[in-house]
Each structure stands twice: as structure tokens, then as C-alpha cells.
């Protein structure tokens, strides 16, 4: 699953670069480059339709992105110290005996 999602993110990073390249940052957009694309789809549509891709792509990216996030892990799968390597460590460690106090003279 998750490198289902990374696959959808990257897909969708490269969408959205060449998307946001074709736009103008002038407010001519796809419009200006395109003057027969005016009589086919108008200048208004081609900068509605790239606006609406830009938004989706984006929106798209982040439930992406929250999807991928790790997952918070219970408290019962917190307790199994298995494969803790801190714990494991740990428990191998040589503990010190205890020695009897020492009365101040």
C-alpha cells in the first residue's frame, strides 16, 4: 500500500509541475500562447480547465501525503518489546551488585 501511495505521489508531483509550468503567471495563461485555441474552447475555459487541474492535483497530494503518514502505534503493540533494539540491549546489560551503605564517621 504504501508504495501504492508513493507512485500516486510522485505521478502527481510531476502532473502538477507541468501543469503550474503552463500557466501564466500574468493572467494570459494557456489563452495567450494558444490564439486558435480561443475559437475551440474560448479563453475563459482553457484558464478554468488548468485552474481546476491545478486544484485537484493539489488536493490530490495531500490526501496522498496523509495517507502515507505513519500510523499511530496502540498501546497493546507498545508493550511487546521484541524487537526493541534499545530493550533487547538492555537486557543483556550486566547490572552492578548492590553494596551495603557506608556509615559517615
Given at each position: ?48 480547465f488548468i485552474e481546476k487541474t491545478t486544484w485537484t492535483l493539489a488536493i490530490l497530494l495531500l490526501v496522498f501525503s496523509l495517507l502515507s503518514a ?36
Amino acid at each position: 500500500m504504501q508504495t501504492i501511495l508513493t507512485i500516486g505521489i510522485i505521478i502527481v508531483c510531476i502532473l502538477l509541475i507541468l501543469v503550474v509550468l503552463v500557466q501564466n503567471s500574468k493572467g494570459g495563461g494557456i489563452s495567450s500562447n494558444f490564439s486558435a485555441a480561443n475559437q475551440i474552447m474560448g479563453a475563459r475555459r482553457g484558464t478554468d480547465f488548468i485552474e481546476k487541474t491545478t486544484w485537484t492535483l493539489a488536493i490530490l497530494l495531500l490526501v496522498f501525503s496523509l495517507l502515507s503518514a505513519p500510523k499511530k502505534i496502540d498501546q497493546a503493540d507498545a508493550t511487546d518489546t521484541e524487537g526493541s533494539i534499545t530493550k533487547q540491549k538492555a537486557s543483556g546489560a550486566v547490572v552492578p551488585a548492590a553494596q551495603p551503605m557506608q556509615q559517615p564517621k
